[in-house]
């Protein structure tokens, strides 16, 4: 067996590799760099994904991958099942993989990497369910007083199997081209102005710990269409109710639209100037796409989850409690990490981000 050290150097030209990333849309949009970093440096390797739908849009049209393999999630239980899971490992087994290489660490994946047939089945030191792995590799630490983004120690720790160091690329999304016309015209029925700059804002989250109010997101609104932007609220259309609460409070009503699918999305947010949400998924993909953006955190750690190589705010209060997992605030009963977040925070932060982008824009 190839020592780790060394296995991504002593592959074979050619060679298939397959990364597991499951669970959300923002894991999957900063697995991208990875991808990048690895092609970069050994463009002859034939890279693949699997990931949960249906976040698998998010890596159509990626030049660093040959195929993406989605993996069915029931819709009402918000996981995959038994039989999901044996048909997407028919899938995989049938493309002989060279390497298999579990980005993610649960339990479903860590069988998927077992059973995947892949000659070298990769995972971390302190993964569970060892016997899916028979190459495991340490977690490594940064140097005293640095913390690295979620993307970079995906990055270190792949450098362990022999990638070679270079710089950091940026997550790359790829807006389908031929989605354009019919999402202008979307657009237009949403009420969007054409001739304003776009601030895409995006006011809820899966969590609650992460979402902050709809009053704040309202004035964040207005403020900016003062400032010559038009605004334009998106999401899922489970958080409809959400985005008319907040349009009901806005003083001067901004556009709205839900129900996009993740490439629709993806093409809205290349359109956009600007950027304003939660620690969420969409937040992610508009830093992919270049967009400035400000982000509100509440119960996450933001330096382990901001957006990633983009011109951003970042706005969130101190608490002896941060981070935590957020499924419910055990502290407070309500979430004051973000709740706790004032308009004039955000509109402080927001003067700053668009001075750095016109600054950016002279030079």
């Known amino acids: 067996m190839t020592p780790p050290a060394g296995l991504l150097t002593s592959l074979s030209p050619g060679s298939r590799i397959l990364f597991i990333r499951l669970r959300s849309l923002g894991d999957t949009v900063l697995s991208t760099p990875l991808y990048a970093a690895l092609k970069a440096w050994r463009p002859d390797l034939r890279l693949s994904a699997l990931v949960e739908e249906p976040f698998e849009e998010a890596l159509y049209r990626n030049p660093d991958l040959e195929s993406v393999f989605p993996l069915q999630v029931h819709r009402t239980r918000q996981r995959s099942t038994t039989r999901a899971r044996w048909q997407t490992l028919r899938q995989i087994r049938r493309k002989r993989f060279d390497c298999c290489i579990n980005l993610h660490g649960g339990t479903t994946s860590a069988w998927l990497t077992g059973l995947s047939g892949a ?9 569970r369910n060892s016997f899916c792995y028979n190459v495991r590799t340490e977690l490594p630490s940064p140097p005293p007083g640095v913390r690295w983004h979620s ?5 270190e720790w792949l450098y362990r199997l022999g990638l070679q160091k270079g710089p950091d690329p940026p997550a790359r999304l790829v807006p389908d081209p031929g989605l354009r016309s019919v999402l202008e015209a979307r657009l237009r029925d949403a009420g969007l102005p054409p001739s304003r700059p776009v601030c895409v804002i995006q006011p809820s989250s899966r969590f609650h710990t992460k979402e902050w109010t709809d009053a704040g997101f309202a004035e964040i609104s207005d403020f900016l269409q003062e400032h010559g932007y038009a605004t334009l609220l998106v999401g899922t259309r489970e958080e409809k109710p959400k985005i008319r609460r907040v349009a009901g409070l806005c003083r001067n009503r901004p556009a709205s639209i839900w129900g996009l699918t993740i ?9 956009a100037s600007l950027f304003v949400g939660n620690d969420s998924g969409p937040t992610h993909m508009a830093a992919a796409l270049g967009v400035p953006v400000l982000v509100l955190f509440g119960s996450s750690d933001s330096h382990l989850w901001r957006p990633w190589q983009a011109v951003h705010e970042i706005v969130q209060n101190p608490y002896d409690c941060n981070p935590c997992p957020g499924y419910r605030c055990h502290v407070y009963g309500e979430p004051q990490c973000i709740l706790s977040i004032t308009p004039q ?5 927001l003067q700053r981000l668009l001075e750095r982008t016109r600054s950016l824009e002279q030079n």
Request: cysteine-free; hydrophobic content about 35%; aromatic content about 10%.
């Open 151 to 155: 993307a970079r120690f995906q990055l």
């Open 119 to 127: 000659r070298y089945r990769i995972g971390l030191q302190d993964y």
């Open 263 to 271: 490439s629709e999305l993806t093409g809205v947010l290349g359109q």
């Open 345 to 349: 925070q955000v509109k402080k932060a």
